[in-house]
């Protein structure tokens, strides 16, 4: 009679390592290397991961480099001895705890909902989503309180995206040219994040240049002669899609300027997140050094209008102007 084979949730590896006791630095980074695979510790020098290709690889590749560092680690196949033990193994990944961390830390956020503003509340939902996808890497046999997770997860983000982005867009297109917009005091409130700082300035530079800035209080009252923009209730603030920035855009019908629509997705990402654009670092960099340094909202504001000037610049492709060459 044929032997009948293991289940594949009894196969496991054992790695048995032996870490270089004279260079504390190296220690380390083994310890945090087995941790981030998702090593559960038997004894100190014993760690076991399920037995799949890529744990398989991960531990090969340690092993290779604790040669190079004067150490060793001896990578086993093993098979757990019977049902109480694989149970007792598989009990050592169970990540239940830190997706019932996260479900509390996300509806936390919930609080905030009519206090803090939505963008803010979207970038620390950013942050959960990504210790979701960490937690779920290391989830080897898909704990039950994952599902709960991310449906608390995904239902959250829906809410602050109906806020961030309210399905009641505004209809026609306006210009820049009329009276109406035209040495206007324009209102925004605090703090400047991204994509105030751009949508004033795109007003200064684009549609009202003698236009008067005003920056409230969260709870300031926006005047009745001033025009709103960047806050919830405001004449400019973000729709279904976009933000505010790429409303102005659409709006005065600055959205055939390719460069300031290049601007207009790096100022979404920063915003809301979404697609990368691989300058958004630096400019989130360049304004949170602007923002330690400045003394004021008004000092935050002229020194972001150079950031967003130089952006312009570096996007603008002058036509039949050879590209500058980079070394």
Known sequence: MAKESPPPDSKWLVCVASLPLDDPASRMRVLRTLESMGCAVLREGVYLLPDNPVNRQGLQRLSEHMSRINGSAHILQATNFDAEQGQAFRSLFD????????????????????????????????????????ISAL????????????????????????????????SGRLTQTGRFYFKRVWASRKPLLADRLASAW????????????????????????????????????????????????????????????????????????????????????????????????EELFAESEKTFDLLYEAYFDVPGKDPVPRY
């Open 95 to 134: 990540r239940g705890k830190k997706y019932e961390e996260l479900i509390k830390a996300v509806k936390g956020l919930r609080a905030g909902f009519g206090i803090s503003e939505p963008s803010a509340i979207a970038r620390v939902l950013n942050k959960q989503r990504r210790e979701f996808e960490a």
């Open 202 to 297: 795109l007003i200064r530079r684009f549609i009202d240049p003698e236009a008067t800035l005003m920056w409230m209080e969260k709870t300031q009252q926006c005047p009745s002669t001033a025009v709103g923009f960047g806050f919830e209730g405001a004449t400019f603030f973000n729709s279904k899609d976009r933000v505010t920035f790429q409303e102005l855009l659409a709006k005065f019908s600055l959205d055939n300027n390719e460069t300031l629509t290049r601007i207009g997705a790096l100022v979404h990402y920063l915003d809301t997140g979404g697609s990368p654009v691989a300058e958004a670092a630096g400019v989130e960099t360049l304004i949170e050094g602007a923002r330690r340094r400045c003394n004021s909202d």
């Open 139 to 170: 989830d080897f046999f898909d704990s039950p309180v994952k599902k709960q997770a991310a449906e608390v997860l995904r239902d959250t983000e829906d809410e602050v995206r109906k806020k961030m982005f309210p399905d009641t867009p505004k």
